[in-house]
Structure formats: C-alpha cells, structure tokens
C-alpha cells in the first residue's frame, strides 16, 4: 500500500511539473512576431500607467526672430491646438509644427521683433488655460 502511495504522489508531482511546463509554453511568444506583440502590449501598458504633469519643453533661437519650440510626448492633436493659440498671440508672423515618430514635435515661430518670444509663449499658455477653465465650467453645467 505504501508503494502505490508514494508512486501516486510522484506520478501527482511529475504531473503537475508537465502541467506547468505546458502552461508556460502556451504564454510564451510563438514567434518573433508574437513576441513584438507581447512587447509593444507590455509598452503600451507602461505608458497609460503614466500620470503626464508637466510639459517638457526646450526653446532653441535659429535666428533673431525665428525660434524652435521642442516638444516632447505629444500628440498631432495637441500640437495642431498649441500652434492655434501661438498664432492668435501679438507679435507672430508665422507657426507651424512638425511631428515625426523619429524626433520630438518641434513648432517653428516666427516673430516680428516686437515682442520677446516668452511672452508670446506665456500668452499662449494664458489663452489655453482661460479655454480650459471655461470648458471645465460648460461640463459642470450639464446636466445628465
């Protein structure tokens, strides 16, 4: 009795190892292509988990009145509406963005000289938020 117990608990245990090694095999990528998925999933994943605060910019002087506003980690949308609110701004002769997989957006501004480019970009930001704010006052209005 003793030896069938024991030959039942290890054929238990070898079954389970079997069990587990398959089970292990099944979630592991089948192929490269397979695996790309399973890498671009686990990316994607990690930046929806990301929590965006704050805007990371950098501003580079091409001449003295044309600059270059580097962008980081933004979407064709947010640039289409950033440049909009650029333009409104006194003192801008011309803007216009640039957005590739393979560089950060830039947005290139060109000034008439009658204005320091800060200004013009904190104008910008200013109109953005006063957009914001009223949105955020529409939405708490509705009733649903």
Not at 28 to 50: G, H, I, W
Not at 96 to 116: E, F, Q, V
Request: aromatic share 6%; proline share 1%.
């Amino acid at each position: 009795m003793a030896k069938n117990n024991l030959e039942d608990e290890l054929d238990d245990e070898l079954m389970a190892d079997k069990s587990e090694d398959i089970k292990k095999k099944s979630e592991e990528p089948s192929s490269e292509l397979d695996l790309a998925d399973t890498l671009a999933d686990q990316l994607e994943d990690e930046e929806m988990v990301k929590d965006w605060k704050y805007l990371k910019l950098s501003l580079e002087q091409e001449n003295t009145n044309n600059y270059y506003l580097h962008v980081n980690h933004q979407s064709h949308g947010f640039m289409n509406y950033l440049v909009s609110k650029v333009l409104k701004c006194n003192g801008v002769s011309f803007a216009a963005y640039k957005n590739t997989s393979l560089s950060p957006a830039n947005i290139y501004i060109r000034t008439d000289g009658t204005r320091d480019i800060k200004l013009i970009l904190k104008e910008a930001v200013k109109l953005m938020r006063t957009e914001w704010k009223g949105m955020g006052n529409a939405v708490a209005a509705m009733k649903i």
